[in-house]
């Protein structure tokens, strides 16, 4: 008895200074980015709730080990809790991102050189201020904590109700544990998958040419655009009217039935451009497959990667991985990564434009083009000229979901611009060109309180799998390839998954496998 009264009173009394130590390091910077940077207020109420809870019992969990472990067992919680911090740290004071599972990718998928980089740029005296600021607020406050232990009546008369209110709020929702400390090491212990030198694992595929391939295959691949928030699909506010003028135009074929493989662009890429699939998890490695860039290899085509991303960044690790096979690969956003300064997708415009030029006596080209498109914060991903929706549109939604709304419609306006600016690069060439998101986000579709990636739910899920896909051909492309421009008509709705992109770009220059005839069976534009 006296065991489990100490497991749930020690939080309180005794070990008080470990309980608000623990809790502070652990929750400051989530509770900041998602109450201050985001205006989740209500998701702030529950993800506090989790966070209390999870101090608690950890701070609890003491009362029942022998004395002489509890000493190790406090040293390993303040380390995991100080990790944690650290990388608050970081993330939130030069990023205004709290900490998440892809700062682990980051970090791990880094060699040491890198990731010794990657910290000294984010040094500031903002972060050196809280690195010794808030460890050194909170010895002191232990320090007269244990000074004034009385009151122990007072303290589990507060603790105890405080206790049971965050048990309700969590339970209420309890997929916020997604979004704390929980998750980071979570995804440590289970689902962090290295990313490999992937040159190492090359292949040459032997490959039939079926006829005449065209010069200029772009795949344009956005990022985070929800297909019911296009125009271009039937949205209710005009988002893409330069792509809808192409489509009217005869040169845009757009597609209502294309989804994703997974909800998350680390998972994506993982299926996106090589011969892999989701069901094939469990026999074989992602990184073993043919991948595009060993077919252009293989039939002459020189590839280049442009990227409005940053190759070792918080997101896109493992993507800056397989850029790394191509034959060309210029990323805009590492000019602007260490700076205080928003970039947007406009950037490579220019840098697209130059690369076509210094291409011209190149016979085939392969140009894959990776967006920030509309992802997370959407007001940082286009210039100001580009605020043509706001919250006054809106009347027909809650009040608080008015702003984001249009913040999230502008980015997609904006998209709109920088798509068919790039498309525009091509128009005069023998040229196709691909566009479509890696994945889409849930704006309030599932839940009125929910924006963003995916919630753990199979109904968030699949609406962040539907996304936009359309394909451009240019007059050109249309006099030399009639019988495959034909096919691309035919078939825009037909369904498709992007894991089998790589067969569809295939089939429109001509190529197929030597021992399968996967490409025939898996492209978008084959016919029964």
């Not at 027909?396 to 498309?423: G, H, T």
């Not at 699949?462 to 096919?487: A, D, G, N, W």
Request: with cysteine; hydrophobic share 40%.
């Amino acid at each position: 008895m006296k065991t489990v009264i100490a497991f749930f009173t020690e939080p309180f009394t005794k070990n008080l200074h470990h309980f608000i130590s623990i809790f502070v390091l652990i929750s400051i910077f989530d509770l900041m980015y998602f109450y201050f940077d985001l205006g989740y207020k209500d998701h702030v109420l529950s993800l506090f709730a989790h966070l209390i809870l999870l101090a608690y019992f950890s701070v609890a969990f003491c009362s029942l080990l022998p004395h002489q472990l509890k000493k190790f067992y406090l040293i390993f919680i303040y380390l995991l809790s100080s990790i944690y911090f650290l990388m608050g740290t970081f993330s939130y004071l030069s990023m205004q991102i709290n900490p998440r599972p892809s700062i682990v990718t980051a970090i791990l998928g880094t060699n040491p050189q890198e990731a010794s980089e990657f910290v000294s740029t984010f040094i500031n005296a903002k972060v050196i201020l809280s690195l010794i600021g808030i460890p050194l607020l909170l010895i002191i406050f232990s320090k007269w904590i244990k000074k004034h232990q009385k009151g122990y009546k007072i303290r589990l008369s507060i603790g105890f109700p405080l206790i049971a209110i965050c048990a309700v709020l969590f339970l209420h929702r309890p997929s916020v544990w997604l979004d704390g400390i929980a998750s980071v090491y979570y995804f440590v212990l289970f689902k962090y998958d290295r990313c490999p030198e992937l040159a190492k694992f090359a292949t040459q595929p032997q490959l039939l040419r079926q006829g005449p391939q065209p010069k200029n295959v772009v795949i344009i691949i956005g990022e985070s655009e929800a297909k019911s928030h296009c125009s271009l699909y039937g949205y209710n506010l005009p988002t893409t009217p330069k792509l809808e003028q192409l489509r009217n135009d005869s040169l845009l074929f757009v597609y209502a039935n294309v989804t994703s493989p997974e909800v998350l662009t680390v998972d994506v890429f993982k299926y996106l451009l090589n011969t892999f699939h989701p069901e094939d998890k469990g026999k074989s490695n992602w990184y073993e497959s043919t991948t595009l860039f060993d077919v252009a290899r293989q039939s002459g085509y020189k590839s280049a990667w442009l990227s409005n991303q940053t190759k070792n960044g918080m997101w896109d690790n493992l993507v800056g991985n397989i850029s790394e096979l191509s034959d060309t690969s210029v990323f805009v956003g590492n000019r602007y990564y260490i700076l205080d300064r928003e970039w947007y997708d406009g950037e490579l415009i220019p840098v697209t434009n130059s690369l076509v030029s210094k291409q011209e006596d190149q016979s085939l080209a392969l140009t894959i083009i990776h967006l920030m498109g509309s992802h997370e914060q959407f007001e940082k991903r286009y210039p100001s000229d580009y605020e043509h929706f706001h919250a006054s549109d809106y009347q027909d939604y809650p009040e608080k979901q008015r702003d984001i709304r249009a913040k999230y419609d502008n980015s997609v306006l904006y998209n709109d611009f920088v798509v068919s600016e790039l498309i525009n690069i091509y128009s005069d060439k023998e040229s196709i060109v691909f566009y479509f998101s890696d994945h889409g986000l849930d704006i309030f579709d599932s839940d009125p309180n929910h924006f963003g990636h995916a919630k753990p739910t199979a109904e968030s899920r699949e609406i962040c799998m539907q996304i936009p896909f359309m394909v451009y051909t240019s007059p050109l492309f249309q006099e030399h390839f009639p019988i495959i421009t034909k096919r691309i008509k035919e078939n825009y709705n037909k369904s498709f998954r992007t894991d089998n992109l790589i067969y569809a770009v295939m089939d429109v220059a001509g190529l197929s496998f030597k021992d399968n005839d996967d490409v025939k069976k898996n492209s978008l534009f084959s016919t029964p």
